[in-house]
T-cell receptor, first 112, second 113 residues
């Protein structure tokens, strides 16, 4: 059973702080990694994807991938109350490139 | 441009009735996915369409579930003889090709009473 694990949270950070969200995965052959943001009652919105080891930055967001340790993380700098949402990590399956396995998500709460 | 659209946004049905959910992917996207999300849960893969290839139906939970994609664009997910455990949000996503970033529609919230 291929799995993607996330701490359910809530992760509570003050406004302006760095929020660090983590995700581990079991399929060593996975190649593609995605972070989705989901506001309550809304559908997931793609915010970052990363395919290579290392860091990828986009505005206030940085995705970090470590394939050897099988973890991927999302850093949100200068967190805003509008960042409060559930963040879903998704990983493709090595034996079925189009199938994504989603974690259950980490709820982030940014306190004003 | 227009994103993925789904209809209806909400559907309430009685147990035992059939329902049909519709998805219109982003124009030009050849890959289309259906997922199900139960309250407080992650996304469960249901079915995948890619161009004219045979769909991957491996995630469909029972033979009451079926889906088709006509003309390589619009897709419908049909649930026959609905059960209360079918209550969930059904999400459709599309991508340019397999392996690439998927973009989700707003979902259909299905409630079976």
């Amino acid at each position: 059973q291929k799995e993607v694990e996330q701490n359910s949270g809530p992760l509570s950070v003050p406004e302006g702080a760095i929020a660090s969200l983590n995700c581990t995965y079991s399929d060593r052959g996975s190649q593609s990694f995605f972070w989705y943001r989901q506001y309550s009652g809304k559908s997931p919105e793609l915010i970052m994807f990363i395919y290579s080891n290392g860091d990828k930055e986009d505005g206030r967001f940085t995705a970090q991938l470590n394939k050897a340790s099988q973890y991927v993380s999302l850093l949100i700098r200068d967190s805003q109350p509008s960042d409060s949402a559930t963040y879903l990590c998704a990983v493709n399956l090595a034996d079925s490139s189009y199938k994504l396995i989603f974690g259950s998500g980490t709820r982030l709460l940014v306190r004003p | 441009g227009a994103g993925v659209s789904q209809s209806p946004s909400n559907k309430v049905t009685e147990k035992g009735k059939d329902v049909e959910l519709r998805c219109d992917p982003i124009s030009g996207h050849t890959a289309l996915y259906w997922y199900r999300q139960s309250l407080g849960q992650g996304l469960e893969f249901l079915i995948y369409f890619q161009g004219n290839s045979a769909p991957d139906k491996s995630g469909l939970p029972s033979d009451r579930f079926s889906a088709e994609r006509t003309g390589g664009s619009v897709s419908t997910l049909t649930i026959q003889r609905t059960q209360q455990e079918d209550s969930a949000v059904y999400l459709c996503a599309s991508s340019l090709e397999a392996e690439l970033e998927q973009y989700f529609g707003p979902g259909t919230r299905l409630t079976v009473t």
